[in-house]
């Protein structure tokens, strides 16, 4: 694997992809400069996209995933309220492009990803970057115990259920950002854990992600 450079007109279409996104209700200016540091076009490899990595659009990336919308990954990354040192779990590497974004802000991020195809070339694609997460190839619906608890879970594609898992895992004063439904479209829930272990959910409307993938069984 080889990266693309990263040459001026793909810093001019990234700034005007922040515009966008600010334009679509964005508020949070770290993690627009975030997006606006991450270099999308690294994340795709079909050609035939290259031209449109800065549209707001999601792409195939192969294993019947997609590299998300700019706008889906804006709204969970400012909704899921990282910062330096954060101790983010992420359902669904996919591409790299979310976790980047993290990275970014300075959180401290572990990934699962079902795919290994994918989780292998994702996992080279980021060292090359210069990014250094903790990658896992397995099932996102078990999380990581052994990594527990953390300050924040996203999953980034569609559950038909929350799992208890990863509820399990999150930290009290912790949140998660997750889209629930199945089908082809889901609910983004957010759901805070209060200090006494009780839970706090908030339905943030409708969005669509491919299917998440792993051992069902709750």
Partial sequence: MHL????????????????????????????????????????????AFLELAYADKAFP????????????VAFQTELLGVGKGTKVLEIGTGSGFQTAVLLELGAKVYSIERQRPLYLRTKERLALMGYRPSLTYGDGYKGLPLEAPFDRVLVTCGAPFVPPDL???????????????????????CIDRNADGTFEQRDLGAFRFVPMLGDKAK
């Fill in 4 to 47: 693309l450079k990263d040459e001026f007109r793909h810093q001019g279409l990234r700034r005007k992809l922040v515009e966008e996104l600010r334009t679509k209700g964005i508020r949070n200016e770290q993690v627009l400069q975030a997006i606006g540091r991450v270099p999308r076009h690294q994340f795709i490899d079909d050609s």
């Fill in 61 to 72: 990336i192969g294993c019947e995933q997609t590299i998300s919308q700019p706008y889906t």
């Fill in 167 to 189: 509820l399990g895992q999150l930290k009290p004063g912790g949140r998660m950002v997750i889209p629930v439904g199945e089908g082809d479209v889901q609910r983004m829930l």
